[in-house]
């Protein structure tokens, strides 16, 4: 079918069906942005890629609501400005695939944490926005304009403003063929460190259930999939002798000596090894032992059968069970990745190889797919960040239903506390009013009428002030 036979009808079809994605994709980004800069809870590593990758699907959705608006004048800025943004932002989406896929490679084989993992996010920028800025701000300026020539870069695709027609091979070469060497290399990692990751989940869930031997375990890491970090605190003990701990001279060391001629020396009976290292067997610096004096005969418990194994065991697993999930949600992605790319991508080498014809359902799903990078984005990060999206949403509704202090208690607390200030005030008016009547009271023999309010305090007042008067008569 030539571009040329396309009706009026099936033209405003595509408009329609790329703002509408648009839109969707746009709220799926918003949510993103939002919980992401509010709440602490979506702090993991991989949802941080999926913010900084909101702003570029945010900005390829501002490029598909323009739709076919300025396909009437190519030359005009907005055309040249929608497939400026086009050309940058679409194929960043599939960049940042990579980036996740490269996390999940360090993570797995040289035991990156979450800090090592942010300080790769300043390559992942320049990667994902730079390399695709060159090329696209370097078309605005192509323009073949000899007798018989191709014209600019950027004109009329069908869809929307980006590489004309004339310049098709472009597409392929600086757009879909980087997109498409980007999911290889992402689908070899995922093969790799996938193939590796499931052995050993296998091996240790065989172990769980059969085996009485260790495994051989995933070495130590960080859980990149965990927004937070915890750090084990493994407390050591060990009984000197056996004649007991004085915890006396805790609470009476100053008549414990006093009673005595000597000073009582420290016993270092019992000691308390407290290590934030549990990889590291040895005592550290930061190891601290505290001596402890009692009279209490501590019995150690019987040990435990095999501890060392027993926790190495569930470290193994738990180390395991962390880069599993972490694995499993980068595949997510990756399998929204390629059902974005596929169709977009057979559309347009089926315009190389038929040239001046199209495919109507091939365009019809490329106008469906491509808007919704942002959509799907953002519903794997409410899959991976279910729970915290729970507890946010419903802090967010609590928050708007929060009932007021007047409907609980019945009535204003302002008012209240204007009522109580009133009381107050005239309290304190009748005590000073009493004062006044007393001191009166030693000179005229008068007596107020707020004597009720008198006080101890007020007497002895009202007494020193007489007591001069007093003397002058005698």
């Known amino acids: 079918m030539n571009a040329s036979d396309l009706t009026e009808r099936q033209l405003n079809g595509f408009s329609v069906i790329e703002r509408v994605c648009s839109v969707l994709s746009l709220l ?117 304009s000899s007798p018989g020539g191709r014209g600019r870069m950027y004109g009329n695709a069908t869809l929307w403003c980006w590489i004309s027609p004339g310049w098709d091979i472009w597409r392929i070469a600086t757009f879909y063929g980087p997109v498409w060497v980007v999911i290889l290399i992402t689908f070899f990692i995922y093969i790799r460190a996938g193939s590796e990751i499931y ?126 999930s972490y694995t499993k949600c980068a595949i ?11 169709p977009s991508s057979a559309n347009r080498v089926y315009s190389v190889v038929h040239v001046n014809e199209i495919s109507l359902p091939l365009e019809y799903m490329s106008a469906f797919v491509l808007p919704l ?11 991976t960040s279910w729970k915290a999206c729970k507890m946010f949403f419903t802090d967010v509704v609590y928050a708007s239903r929060r009932p007021r202090m007047q409907d609980i208690v019945g009535f204003s607390p302002s008012d209240e506390f204007s009522k109580m200030s009133s009381s107050v005030r005239g309290a304190a008016g009748g005590v000073v009013g009493g004062a006044a009547g007393v001191g009166g009271g030693g000179r005229s023999g008068g007596r107020s009428e707020k004597k009720d309010y008198e006080t101890e305090s007020m007497t002895e007042l009202a007494n020193s002030s007489t007591r001069p008067n007093s003397h002058e008569r005698s």
């Not at 414990?256 to 610096?285: L, M």
């Not at 990078?373 to 899959?383: E, K, L, S, T």
């Open 28 to 144: 799926g980004c918003l949510l993103v942005i939002i919980t992401f800069s509010t709440s602490k809870s979506f702090h993991k590593p991989i949802n941080r890629l999926v913010f900084y990758a909101s702003f570029g699907n945010m900005m390829t959705n501002v490029a598909t609501l323009m739709a076919r608006t300025y396909l009437g004048d190519t030359n005009s800025a907005g055309c040249q400005f929608q497939a400026f943004l086009i050309q940058m932002f679409m194929p960043a989406d599939a960049f940042w695939t990579l980036a996740m896929a490269v996390n999940v490679y360090l993570t797995f084989y040289y035991k990156f944490d979450s800090r090592k993992l942010r300080r790769m996010e300043i390559p992942y920028l320049l990667c994902c926005y730079g390399i695709p800025f060159i090329v696209a701000i370097t078309y605005i300026f192509i323009n073949d």
């Open 199 to 324: 052995k050993k989940h296998k091996q240790l869930h065989d172990f769980s259930s059969y085996s009485h031997h260790d495994p051989e375990p995933m070495p130590p890491m960080d859980d990149p999939f965990s927004a937070n970090k915890t750090t084990e605190i493994s407390v050591t003990t060990e009984t000197a002798n056996q004649q007991g701990i004085d915890l006396a001279p805790l609470g009476r060391r100053g008549q414990a000596q006093g009673a005595t001629d000597e000073p009582a020396q420290p016993n270092p009976a019992y000691s308390v090894t407290i290590s934030s290292d549990k990889r590291n067997k040895r005592q550290s610096y930061n190891d601290v032992i505290l001596p402890i004096q009692s009279n209490v005969v501590i019995e150690a418990p019987p040990a435990p059968k095999n501890p060392t194994n027993r926790l190495r065991r569930r470290a193994a697993y738990e180390a395991n069970n962390a880069t599993w």
């Open 373 to 383: 990078q942002g959509f799907w984005n953002a519903i794997i990060y409410v899959v």
């Open 332 to 342: 997510l992605f990756f399998t929204a990745m390629l059902v974005t790319w596929i």
